[in-house]
Each structure stands twice: as structure tokens, then as C-alpha cells.
């Protein structure tokens, strides 16, 4: 459970133009339940509003002979759109997935677009023209919550305290170290705002020290895990498995046990814009994301709609990451979903880092999709894996595009092909077999 001054932080960050002492107000009604504190200062609001209401007398003016006449509301600045409009609150937390959330008076959240391709032919092109709605953030910081409205799961004190601390200890060490990426966006070469590392098991970077690229760049070379890197890995690689055995299986990703042997380690200060992570992954991945330090926000959002709830493509989800916190991001996260580190002007410190927050994604390279199995472009360069989710047609494939313009100065290549998931699959079939057969003799 949350201490009172992080609730008041979580408070703040969603109620940006509300008075601190409102907030504290509401917290103690609720007993330091944010949720009901949620409630409680809505309603407290409503009921201010309320007073301020528009009246009639708002839109007409007297003359000296007591009559009125109609003020022209057109150019009138002191007009409520909202007159006579009495929407029903819910509960931020406790409702179905499919549900249409709305709150009893507006709330100042960030605006999502719909994201758009630059590859006209995997443009989604939708039947209607049905403007989107804006729907406000929804926070989540329990992890039954958490689970019922994405495809994750979050594990909190993941690892024991003592192995938590020295993880957190060894990478602020390092991270002073640990460098920044460096790539081109819109013809000007721009610069990641944390810092990060890339870290593999013993063994793997021996031979692999030169498969690793980031927009299109080659990255520095890895490093290898240290003694308490190993030591999560190794339970954080038993807890996600142990989960998995209660889920069904894709065809498409990994069939054996899922084995993390590379890890991106990153340094926040501030945030990380919206991403997703496939290449060298290959489709479907699973990633398991540590969070040490400073407790921030994650957010997720939805880029592919659901069937029975369009709107959910541009609902923004905030979950709450505190130190020690693992967030297993299940199929297929990585395809439908975008993830971000959102900026805060304030996030719930930790004793040790201060407002530092430590982020270590645990992965496992699949050597089916290694570099020496990615397709290169024109350009000399990896190719980089993509799904299709807004084309009807070709919804669900998969394609490698030229991924040289964060590396080339903004220039492409423009090197397009499909990828063949089901003849993968049946060669990887093959290789299991062979390797039975082999272990048989």
C-alpha cells in the first residue's frame, strides 16, 4: 500500500491544476484510499461547479426600463458549452474493460492522436469517419487491475530486498558510464534523454558482440551481466515461466522456456518516448521489466482497437512502477500496444537513488532472428521487424523495412519485404526434431 505523500504525488500528477490541500483534504476522508480520494474530490468539485453555474440572466442584460435583450453568445467568452449536460460518474478502477469511463466534471489529461504510418500501403482505412474520443488516463497501481486491463502482469517485490538494493547500488554505479543514443529524426540528429547499457550473459557476447543496432546504429559493445544481474535474471527467468505454463502458447512465439540472455539497462531522469520492441526478438515476445529506484508512471497505450470498443485505441493507461516491481509484458504487447517512461514533474523518490529511476528489460534473443537471420537493405543495414495491425488485408503479418534514417541522416532506402512466419515456424519444428533425434542416439 502506498504512504500518504505517494498518493498525494499520484494525486497531483492527475489533477495538475488542483490545490495541494484540496488534495490532502480528500486523502484524509478517504483513509488514504486513492481511489475513493478520487471520488471524494470529484464530487467535492461537481458540487463547486455547481454553484458556478451558467445562469439565464448570464445571457440577457436589463436596459434602465427593466427590460432585456439576448447578449450574443457567438462572441460571448463567459458561455458553458456544458449547460444542461448532467454526465453519470464510475469509478476510475472498478469497472469492466469495455466500458465507457466518464467523470462528473472534465479533468485535465494529455491528448492522444491516432498514430499514423508513413507507408501508405499499411494505412488502417476505416469504414467511417467517426471522430475518436478523447478519453482520460487511466491510472492503475494494483495488480489485479493491472492484469484486467492489459496484457501484463505486475509482480511487486519481485526480488528479495536485500539482492534489490545491491542491483540498484551495482547500476548506479555504472550508469555514469553508460551513454546516450544518438539518431536522426526529421533530417536533425537529436539525443536520447537517459542513459543505457546493453548487457548479455557470459558467452553471448563473444559471438555476438556485433548484432546489436539501435535506429539503425551499431551499438557500443555489450557488457556482460554482473554477479547480481545474474542472480535476478535467473528468478525473474523462474517467476515468468512459472506464470506461463497458465497461458496458451502462440505459434508464433517461443515455444521452449523463455531464457533471457541479454538485458538493456536504462537511467531516467525524465522519460522515454513512445517505443516498441521486436527486432532480434522476433514475433509475439515476452519482456520482463525491473523497475529500481524512484517510483514512476508507465504508460501504455493501445494502438490496435478492439472489436467490441473502438475507442480503446486511444485510452492512455499509467501504471504505477515502484522499486523492486517486475512487469511482465505478455503477447502481444510488443505488437498492439506503445509504451512509454511519460515525464513528471515529481516522482516518489527512493532512499538510495533519490528521483533516479533504474530500468533493466530482461529478453530473450531468439537466434532464429538473430543478425545473421535478419534480411539486409540496400543501405548495408539490418532490417527492421514490424507488424501489420492497421490494415485489414494484411492484419497480423509481419515485414522487415530499411531502418537507416536514424543512422543515414534521415535517409531510407525505402527496402521492403514480408516475412514468412509460418516457414520459420516449420524450420525451427525441423530443428527441434533433429535435435531430439540427435540426444536419442
Known sequence: MQTHSQNIETLQDIFKDAEKKDLHKALRLADNDINQAIEIYLERRRNYNALKQTKITQFIESDEKGKYKVIDTA???ATDSTIGQSPKRQKIIDVAASSTFKF?????????????????ALKWSPGSTTARKNLPVLLLHDPVDVS???????????????LATSLLLKCLEESPSWYKYEWYLFDRLVQSTHTSAFYVRKGEGDKRDDEYYFNGKK?????????EMEEARLIIMDVVNKLRETRQKHPYEIQGRWEPNVAAANCYANSRGEHDDLTLLGPRPIIGSLSLGATRQFRLRRIVPSAKNPDTASRMISITLPHNSLLIMWPPCQEEWKHEVCPQAISVPHSTSGPTRINITFRHFRDDYSIDNTPKCACGLPCALRPVMKKQANYGRYFYMCYANGAEQGKTCQHFEWLDVEKKYKEWQEKEQRKAKKEEE
Open 148 to 162: 484486467h486491463h492489459t496484457p501484463c502482469t505486475l509482480l511487486l517485490n519481485v526480488l528479495p530486498q536485500e
Open 75 to 77: 462572441t460571448d467568452t
Open 219 to 227: 551499438m557500443p559493445e555489450p557488457r556482460f551481466f554482473s554477479k
Open 104 to 120: 462528473s466534471t472534465p479533468i485535465s489529461v494529455q491528448s492522444q492522436e491516432t498514430p499514423y504510418s508513413i507507408n501508405n
